[in-house]
């Protein structure tokens, strides 16, 4: 019984959270989406759903994971356009394509390097580096290619990105619930995890405890250079042709899935759990609007708006609850006295 009890209890406190409030807002979304669309539940529109946003969905992962650490990286998209378009340079100058992969591969590598360097080694702030290298990164992406867009790949990278592995579901689902589920274990049941949200909270105070704050930071931007790339490579795979601006202006997706999930852009707090819940929404929201028939530059705004509220939102409910918190002292202290 105890311990049916402090499940329950820990089930309502997360229903009483920023998380459980996600809950209602897609439970909310999918049921108006689903009186809008009669196929809209059907496996193969939610499949549909993951797939058409999943390389978004997939650096999502590792974005949450610095934002958490008190960093961002906004650089995360041009590397996704650039492991691609060196791909496509590489495979058009009859390179052989397993060794443009790797090449590829290895410049995401690099480039989570270089800004790890920046970042953790020399202090700079991840925001201006970041903002710097996406600009760096997407031209170097558009030297390459130009204004050409190159197809004709492999037949079996198209399906790779194309065709479903098992049943409904593609390999880029598929990896994204690999990452997921590695990335869940690493932050919130391991010790790693544990130092990503110290450092967030307090750099100074993790430094002083003897934690190497420079070699989590240098960890975390390898992992989002690396990850950056295979999401480059599979996007390139699904739509089986790469042009220069590949991956333009996902960053504000991408950092909405981490944000409204409740984590926190001054770092420190925050769950997975929470940015699953938020990557549905978003999903959600994209895919009725579509439906719907508005326009994408209507459907950005949309998301434009989310982010705000992802921002604001968990704000005012801890303020709120601090505000509670100090009426039920002040009641308490009256009736002692």
């Given at each position: 019984?105890?311990a049916k009890?402090?499940?329950l209890t ?104 270089f800004n ?222």
């Open positions: 019984m105890p009890a402090n499940l820990t089930i309502w406190q997360r229903l009483k959270s920023w998380e459980g409030l996600l809950l209602a807002l897609l439970v909310a979304i999918v049921g108006i989406n689903s009186l809008n669309a009669p196929g809209y539940l059907t496996v193969a529109n939610q499949t549909n759903l993951f797939v058409l946003s999943i390389e978004k969905v997939i650096v999502a992962i590792t974005m949450t994971l610095l934002i958490i650490n008190g960093e961002i990286d906004l650089s995360a998209p041009s590397i996704m356009g650039l492991s691609a378009c060196l791909t496509a340079f590489l495979f058009r100058d009859n390179i052989p394509f397993g060794t443009a992969l790797f090449l590829a591969m290895a410049v995401g590598l690099a480039c989570g390097l790890g360097f920046w970042i953790a080694r020399v202090g700079l702030n991840s925001l201006v580096v970041t903002l710097a290298m996406l600009i760096c990164y997407r031209g170097l992406a558009r030297v390459l290619l130009e204004d050409e867009s190159i197809s004709q790949f492999p037949a079996w990278f198209n399906e790779l990105g194309q065709k479903n592995l098992i049943g409904p579901f593609p390999m880029s689902l598929l990896i994204f619930l690999g990452l997921f589920l590695i990335a869940l274990v690493i932050l919130q049941y391991s010790g790693f995890g544990r130092l990503i949200y110290v450092i967030g909270n307090s750099k100074d105070v993790a430094r002083y405890s003897g934690v190497r704050v420079p070699k989590v930071k240098f960890l975390l931007y390898i992992a989002s250079g690396l990850i950056s790339a295979l999401a480059g490579l599979l996007l390139a795979a699904r739509l089986g042709a790469v042009r220069g601006d590949l991956a333009s202006g996902y960053e504000l997706d991408i950092i909405t899935m981490s944000l409204l999930g409740g984590i926190s852009i001054y770092g420190g707090s925050g769950t997975l759990y929470g940015v699953f819940l938020s990557i549905l929404i978003i999903l959600n929201v994209r895919n009725g609007m579509g439906l719907a028939g508005l326009s994408g530059h209507f459907q950005t705004g949309v998301i434009g708006i989310l982010l705000i509220l992802s921002v604001l939102g968990p704000n005012l409910m801890r303020d709120a609850r601090a505000a509670i918190n100090r009426r039920r002292l002040q009641a308490n202290l009256q009736r002692r006295a």
